[in-house]
Structures are given as C-alpha cells and as structure tokens.
Nanobody
C-alpha cells in the first residue's frame, strides 16, 4: 500500500515536499506525474536498499528524491516549481524482484495521487 501526501497550491519559484509512505517490500519506488491531457511520466525513482537514484532531466536539479527506511517513507522535494509542474503526482512501487522503469505499466502498486498546482 502506498499513501501520498504533501501536495497543494504553491506560487512559481516555491517549494513543496511530497511524502510517500509504503508498506511491504519493494525493489523500486518512483514518483510519476500526470499533467492535464498528457501521459503519465516518471519524475524520479529510488532503490530502497541500495539507494540508487535517478531523476528525470526535466526535474534536475530542482527536484530530489530521498528515503527514510526507518519510516518506510520516500520523499520528493520540489524546489523552484514552475507552472508546468502542475500535475497529479503519484507514488508507485514494484513487487519484490521487480525492476525500475520509466514505464508506468511496470509498476505494480500505486497510491491515490496528490495534486500539485503551481500558479
């Protein structure tokens, strides 16, 4: 199970921190976003045990992904947000033994999403 929080309305140039609390084991957790009228795209991902991280080019260096394994939590820190960052943001995870991918279909578990609006 994945539960996101932290979305909201923010002015351009502002910051938000999204939180994803997960239960169970996984080999990859990712943040995706879906902007109005567009496909879901991966923003960043992290391998919980090894800490390997990847951030989409459009998000660098403004966004960072971190984890707190003790709390089973993954964060997406969003700095310097832009109007084009307006989207529904989702946390997603793969089953144990799975692998990271930019493709949403690879992910087995999804949160309900949290809306980010920049204006």
């Amino acid at each position: 199970q994945l539960v996101e929080s932290g979305g909201g309305s923010v002015q351009p140039g502002g910051s938000l921190r999204l939180t994803c609390i997960f239960s169970g084991s996984t080999d990859c957790i990712a943040w995706f976003r879906q902007r109005p009228g567009m496909d879901r795209e991966r923003v960043a991902r992290i391998v919980p045990d090894g800490g390997s991280i990847s951030v989409a080019e459009f998000a660098r260096p403004r966004f960072t992904i971190t984890q707190d394994n003790a709390k089973n939590t993954v964060y997406l820190q969003m700095n310097g947000v832009k109007p084009e960052d307006t989207a529904m943001y989702y946390c997603a995870a793969v089953r144990p033994g799975g692998f990271c991918s930019t493709k949403p279909a690879v992910y087995d578990y999804w949160g309900q999403g949290t809306q980010v609006t920049v204006s």
